[in-house]
């Protein structure tokens, strides 16, 4: 397989802080909001490998390593590299990094689903 990559960037707001989504109380990048950029990456990036409009992939893993603040303010890329897929499941490496450098490492797993019956699903599943 050839690798496939897909980014996104982003700055640093308020409401991207620790202190405002409640994963702490510094006014840095919260680990919630570096898995989100990276988990977004790693969506565009599996959507694209889809030839079925009603597809779509879900997350069902990821595993990151966060190593380094960063402040509000600073520019963000999240990269999320296609490592392997079966057509159905989707395994990729995500990464992080600012202006100084690597933030973040891990890896992420998605699976395709049938975006209707599976919204469907979770609609209904409290009507029991």
Do not use: W, Y
């Amino acid at each position: 397989m050839s690798e496939k990559a897909f980014s996104v960037n982003f700055k640093v707001e308020e409401e991207n802080l620790a202190c405002a989504m409640g994963s702490g109380s510094l006014m840095v990048l919260a680990t919630p909001a570096v898995v989100a950029m990276m988990e977004n990456a790693a969506a565009q990036l599996a959507q694209n490998e889809l030839d079925n409009d009603e597809l779509t992939t879900v997350g069902t893993n990821i595993s990151i390593n966060h190593i380094s603040p960063t402040p509000l303010g600073a520019s963000v890329t999240a990269t999320a590299v296609l490592t392997s897929s079966d057509g159905r499941t989707f395994e990729f490496e995500v990464f992080a990094r600012d202006e100084a450098g690597e933030i973040a490492v891990g890896t992420h797993k998605r699976v395709s689903v049938k975006a209707e019956k599976f919204q469907m699903k979770a609609d209904e599943k409290f009507n029991a």
